[in-house]
């Protein structure tokens, strides 16, 4: 994945890492089903590996970063307390000394920064191209009820790389791993911004990662400790964004 100079100069130490550790003491894991697990064994299946026409599809719509990715997992003691710490209102670690910008996220996973905001469909929304669109995602599934894990699956068959392989490619991507759900379930309303597939590269997809983690950041922080079940809520947010960019930015002493 992409690492460059940092959006600000600022960097800190890794504060999980400052002080010496009971190293018996089991820290707390963060419970999650962002998990880049799916897309690496998608990315590097060698029994059904990537056509020509999917790599440059990918390209096209400006994710080719994430043919570099490498791993399976992030680490979940790290992955707890980056969420435990993360201001979603103010959009920064350490008490504001080290701010989450936008520019950190592309200069992490090397995503588009476009003119165009990335919109979501609302609850009932009518728009007559989104129920389009969407009417001819769900056709491939046979229900409107489609599972993360049903998409990946599809994604292998599509070897002409056309627009269902880039609509199924960034439900999946934005469902499992860089967007926003708690479930399994895949978030269609994303959908409203792709029916144009060759303008998929326009959009502020960083900005829109930062969206979602500020929103799934401050509902996981609510339950987490207003409600005082520690370790049992399920986050549902770009966790993987926000690892990157913190080890990004971190100076390891």
Not at 141 to 167: C, H, M, Y
Request: aromatic fraction near 10%; include cysteine; charge should be positive.
């Amino acid at each position: 994945m992409k690492r460059s100079t940092p959006a600000s100069s600022t960097s800190e130490v890794c504060e999980p890492f400052k002080k010496k550790r009971n190293y018996k003491e089991r820290l707390p894991v963060l419970r999650t089903r962002m998990s880049p697990a799916g897309l690496y064994h998608f990315l590097h299946n060698e029994d059904s590996p990537l056509s020509e026409k999917q790599i440059q599809a990918i390209q096209e719509m400006g994710f080719g970063s994430l043919l570099l990715l490498q791993i399976k997992k992030v680490p979940g003691s790290l992955a707890y307390w980056l969420v435990s710490n993360y201001d979603p209102i103010k959009g920064c670690l350490l008490d504001g000394k080290l701010p989450i910008l936008e520019e950190d996220i592309y200069l992490s996973l090397g995503l588009q920064m476009g003119p165009n905001v990335v919109i979501e469909a609302s609850n009932g929304d009518k728009c007559p191209v989104y129920l389009s669109v969407l009417e001819k995602f769900t056709s491939q599934f046979g229900n409107d009820s489609i599972d993360v894990k049903d998409i990946l699956a599809k994604l292998p068959t599509q070897k002409e790389g056309g627009d269902d392989f880039k609509r199924n490619f960034i439900i999946y991507i934005f469902s499992a791993l860089l967007g926003g759900v708690v479930g399994n379930q895949a978030s269609l309303k994303l959908l409203k911004s792709l029916a144009n597939t060759d303008l998929i590269s326009d959009f502020n997809w960083c900005n829109f990662i930062k969206r979602k983690l500020a929103d799934q950041v401050q509902s996981w922080q609510k339950e987490e400790f207003e409600t005082k079940q520690l370790k049992e809520n399920w986050f549902g947010g770009p966790i993987m964004a926000l690892v990157f960019v913190y080890l990004n930015r971190c100076v390891f002493k």
